[in-house]
């Protein structure tokens, strides 16, 4: 594949992040002093697209954005970072999804999410994109939509024999239904990426490390080719029928871990794209999720492939 751009197709939720930095995020009640903001566009869809695309990829994004001046602003960020809007779909009578993230000083986060017009994305989007779907590398979803439509997404790119790489969250139709009845289709994704709380909650056991190869083994069980449990500093979980292996985090200074996860996810499909050895590409993708924690904001802190080499050069 040298000399071949790779095609990686996005579906995941636009947002609009509104992250202020303080010292301390403030209990029921209290009020605190923000020392920095930014306002730029986020979530699953913009970030991953955006990772991808700076691992040197040719990137399509599907999502929807509302009939709102921030519609603009998300399409705009999003083409600066190289990815194509074409298949952003607009929801005239709802908003664009908003995310407000308060950070402290060690870098942790407390976030409030606005679906938005996440919830409008249909089946019949994932359809009219048919064509470039089939033509990707990878297609990576995010399981935040609408069930019924990450569940065409998987048909889809399936039919064409497109590699899908899939975060099984929570739907945001249904937040409160558990994530352990997802449907079937969600089972035949080559790679499953859950963070450990959505592994554990899929596959109905307790969220604890210690579990970790167990829970993935049972995703593997239900017809994966293959789980990375994502857990954080604790490094990651990859599981398949080859056997369990246990990938360590890289050793940075936190400033802001918001998009450890997104960065994390983009760089995977980018590596996964061009590279069969899933280890070598969690690893790829475990420097980018690092990186993504040394800067404050979402899309701004994404790193480049060179940043990612270097720091994997490193070790």
Known sequence: MQGRIPKIVVVGGAY??????CQQIPSPGQSAAGSMLSYTATGPGPNQAAEAALCGCQVHLISTVGGDPFAQMVRESLAESGVNTDFIHIAEAKNTGVVATLVNAKGENAVLTYTGANSALQPQ?????EQVISQADVCLIHGQLPQDTVAAAIRCAKVHNVKVILNPARPTEQPDQSSNSLPMEYFSADILVPN????????????DIHTAKLIGSDLVARGANAVVITMGRRGCMVIDRNGADHIPSFEVELVDQTGRGDAFAGALAACCAVDEDLRKAVKFASAAGALACTKFGSIEALPTKAEIIELLQKE
């Open 196 to 207: 450990l709380c959505e592994a554990a909650d899929i596959a109905d056991q307790s969220a």
């Open 16 to 21: 609009v992040d509104l992250a202020i930095r």
């Open 125 to 129: 989007d994932i359809n009219d994109a």
